[in-house]
Antibody, heavy 121, light 113 residues
């Protein structure tokens, strides 16, 4: 059974760095073809893809946020960590982690429940 | 990468069929048969409904089907049911560069009248 769970602060101040952890089970990121991604959704708005890391430690980032994002993995702990620097109120959103599957890691087959992050002073 | 274009809203009566379009470019939807669709109920995480344009994951009703023509993908829901009322998002693979691996649509709110 595949599960993912996001954890991190519910509230961050502007200019601070956000660190989110995705803890998963039911698969291993050391298995060829496995990938985990982060997606966010501001309140009432659309989904936005942020970053992806694969079993081979290759990393992919959103062009619009590439200078602020870092994705990493700890295979032994079954965790993927996303850091986002210089947080701003517009970054207020629910942040999801998801397992990515398929050719070219093209679709998200399992999602966490999401964690709401509010950016406010 | 710009977001894929979806209608903001669609509606239909129970039992009817509706289609949601998703328009991209020759760099994403038009280049790859790697479009997926997600259903999201309020306050819930998205759920995969269609992948690789027209494949259904195990457990997804066969009332949901997908197709693609050129730069536009479509999701069709037949025999509408009240439980289908939700937001729907399309997503397309956008290439193997380090940036913009996939791109999402702006979402479509489905109302079952």
């Amino acid at each position: 059974q595949v599960t993912l769970r996001e954890s991190g602060p519910a509230l961050v101040k502007p200019t601070q760095t956000l660190t989110l952890t995705c803890t998963f089970s039911g698969f291993s990121l050391s298995t060829s073809g496995m990938c985990v991604s982060w997606v966010r959704q501001p309140p009432g708005k659309a989904l936005e893809w942020l970053a992806l890391i694969d079993w081979d430690d290759d990393k992919y980032y959103s062009t619009s946020l590439k200078t602020r994002l870092t994705i990493s993995k700890d295979t032994s702990k079954n965790q993927v960590v996303l850091t986002m620097t210089n947080m701003d109120p517009v970054d207020t959103a629910t942040y999801y982690c998801a397992r990515v599957s398929g050719p070219a890691a093209s679709y998200f087959d399992y999602w966490g429940q999401g964690t709401l992050v509010t950016v406010s002073s | 990468q710009s977001a894929l274009t979806q209608p903001a809203s669609v509606s239909g009566s129970p039992g009817q069929s509706i289609t949601i379009s998703c328009t991209g470019t020759s760099s994403d939807v038009g280049s790859y048969n790697l479009v997926s669709w997600y259903q999201q109920h309020p306050g819930k995480a998205p759920k995969l409904m269609i992948y690789e344009v027209s494949k259904r994951p195990s457990g997804v009703s066969n009332r949901f089907s997908g197709s693609k023509s050129g730069n536009t993908a479509s999701l069709t829901i037949s025999g509408l049911q009240a439980e289908d009322e939700a937001d729907y998002y399309c997503c397309s693979y956008a290439g193997s560069s380090t940036f913009d691996h996939v791109v999402f649509g702006g979402g479509t709110k489905l109302t079952v009248l």
